[in-house]
């Protein structure tokens, strides 16, 4: 069993969360804050699509994106000298794509379910809506927002199917768990690929405990 696509996936996870951590709080703030029932429920289809289109469909839509014969991915190659598709790169994108709608949507959730008799009083005392979000929503939606984020993290080190089609399977370069499991089995080497399995159920386990220990936390904040 190599070690790379371990550490691999573990950097890319890593990476990814922190991406989707950050845009998935503003997104869900924006779309929360908007007066608008028809706007948001549009870019709320818009931003939960990737949930529900499969992986390698979301992988294709990045290829058009970024690939180096495509209008943006031939700018980054010849003005900047960056190529996404088939670097480490592409697995960071494709596993933030599809991890961000969990962390949206939880995130979004958990806003909503703030009580918003705090946040009116809050207003009334001339509070910013800068500290009213940090000091007042953020920390009553914590549990929410962090239970969403660990989901996040174990989706993006699940990703196969984007991952596959924008970034490849290059050894030691973009070979993340799901695809050393495949091409174990693809090659007959079902010991390595039992390893690789059970380090991928650990993490889920350890996944699942967390997220009912947010969870938990969260009813007791809406009792």
Known sequence: MQMSPIIISMKTASTAIALTFLLGLFAARCIVKMKSEKTKMILDGLLTLPLVLPPTVMGFLLLLVFGVNRPFGNFLLQFL????????????????????????????????????????????????DRRIFWRIIMPLALPGVAGGGILAFARGLGEFGATAMIAGNIEDKTRTLPLAIYTEVAAGNMKAASYYVIIVLLISFIVVVLTNYFSMKERKYLK
């Open 81 to 128: 000298g960056i190529k996404i598709v088939f670097s480490w790169t592409a697995t960071v994108i494709a596993a933030t794509v599809i991890s961000f709608p969990l962390m949206y949507r939880s995130a979004r959730g958990a806003f909503e379910q703030v009580d918003q008799n705090l946040i009116m009083a809050a207003r009334t005392l001339g509070i910013s």
